[in-house]
């Protein structure tokens, strides 16, 4: 056995003999001279900040490689009871009108896998564990913008919209995405919660309460789950 050995050792110092070593420049018959250019890329494993913070703020310090960034917290606006269903805004933050929200996923895992952010909301209840009969979470699809580190429109990512009667406290429902290939860098899904029309006040962040609940203090989760693929889903 030791002899073997010997004889691959000595087999390979002379293969090693012969080997040539590429130069690092290259002068050309030109008289021109190129020289190489070298780097290796590894995933990012920083902490991504929001570029845009949220007023109540909604950072949450996740590392990368894939992170979530950047969530809304759900501060509605104080709600008088009535005999129809109300549609609530968020707290307007006090600096302006459209009191804008965001959601925000970085990716540096460098694959280009896509991925796939899902939400969960739970029931609100007061002190008494009371419920908030019949209160759901919707939000419309949110508007897809690129963050500064990353300027390739044909990476975004796409949204969904989310939220009615029947996702109440059910599974969790995609509501931003990134197909194959796509969502490399930084990316925020924008919602603003006092948007007008014609035919009056909408938002596209809502808590829907029916008529027929108790007067009371609610309060209750929102749950934040980003897949490392597109098509992955979480159990209920």
Known sequence: MKKIIS???????TLGLGLSVRAATTVNDDKSVTSDATITV?????????????K?????GQQGPLSIDNVIVFNFEDMKLSGRTQQISLKNDGTNSSAKR??????????GA??????KQSPLVNANNEELKGAYISMTAGKVEAGSQNVSPELAPTTQAYGDEGTLNSSLAPIF???????????ISWYNSTAEDPNGTVTDV??????GNKTGD??????????DNPGASEAQ
């Open 102 to 111: 965001n959601i925000q996923v970085t990716d540096t895992r460098g694959t």
């Open 218 to 227: 609610y309060s209750g989760t929102v749950t934040w789950v980003l897949n």
């Open 56 to 60: 109540p703020g909604g950072e949450t």
């Open 42 to 54: 590894t995933e990012g494993t920083d902490v991504t900040p929001p570029e845009n913070g949220n």
């Open 206 to 211: 809502q808590l829907n309460v029916p008529s």
């Open 7 to 13: 004889g691959l050792l000595v087999s390979s110092v």
């Open 114 to 119: 896509g991925w796939n952010l899902q939400i």
């Open 177 to 187: 995405t990134a197909a194959k290939g796509n969502g490399l860098g930084t990316w």
